[in-house]
């Protein structure tokens, strides 16, 4: 898996290393009419999780500090993806979110295979946008495939250090340890808005494939109506010729 989501592995593994914990992924794609718009990946820890974290600063509490201090942001700096947070919401939960925009529709495919990459559970994602007369056209689309569960999201480098397991300890003896399936301590969200339609699938660990798709249409008010005068005068044309032959006929 790219570098880019080791945010997102190593919030998921500090995370499920705690106990009675909920874990939230959402991958965001945001598209404006132009095609140009912006790739969020995002991670919530509830405050069972984020007292969980290392204690960085010594200061015998965890917290949102630690959770910032823990986390590297360099790499995804470097790449071009914008990282704020940590910050805790009115829900209790805190999020780290990296951002990345993107011009174009091709540009937007580089960046969506950077939040996965070709193997990764999300695969195939793709932005797309076509202009006809007096209208443009844009779609999203894409395929969840959660089967691997939470190790999909791993990465061989992290499970080096963690004994050779991707998320550092063994998923089923973090179930049992949690008292729930990850499916549902581990919810995750993908939403794609376009103009004037937002569509959001929540695939589940361990289930899939899940094809993803939507789309919207855009209407050039001013062509159509420049499109809709241009009748009107051809009819009022019509019209005048078909008078004036009736009159001669007379």
Known sequence: ????????????????????????????????????????????????????????????????????????????????????GPDTGGDGVTWVRATKPFGTPEEAEAVLAEVSGPDGPLHDLRVSRRESFGRTELTFS?????????????????????????????????????????????????????????TTWTPRLGEGPVAMASEATLYHRPTLALLGLAGACVLALLVVLVVRSVRRRA
Request: glycine content about 12%; charged content about 25%; proline content about 4%.
């Open 1 to 84: 898996m790219p570098r880019r989501l080791r945010l997102v592995v190593t919030c998921l593994t500090v995370a499920l290393l705690a106990t009675a914990c909920q874990v939230r992924v959402a991958v965001t794609v945001d598209v404006a009419g132009d095609g140009s718009g912006s790739v969020e990946v995002a991670t919530g820890l509830d405050a069972d999780a984020l007292a969980r974290v290392p204690d960085m600063d010594d200061d015998g509490t965890s917290g949102s500090a630690d959770l910032g201090a823990l986390i590297r942001k360099d790499d995804l700096v470097a790449a071009g993806w914008t990282v704020t």
């Open 142 to 198: 894409g395929t969840a495939d959660l089967r691997g569960g939470l190790e999909a999201f791993g990465d061989a480098g992290l499970a080096a250090a963690l004994d050779g397991e991707p998320l550092g300890e063994d998923a089923a003896a973090i179930e049992a340890r949690i008292g729930q399936p990850l499916a549902d301590a581990v919810p995750v969200e993908v939403t794609a808005r376009l103009p004037g339609d937002d």
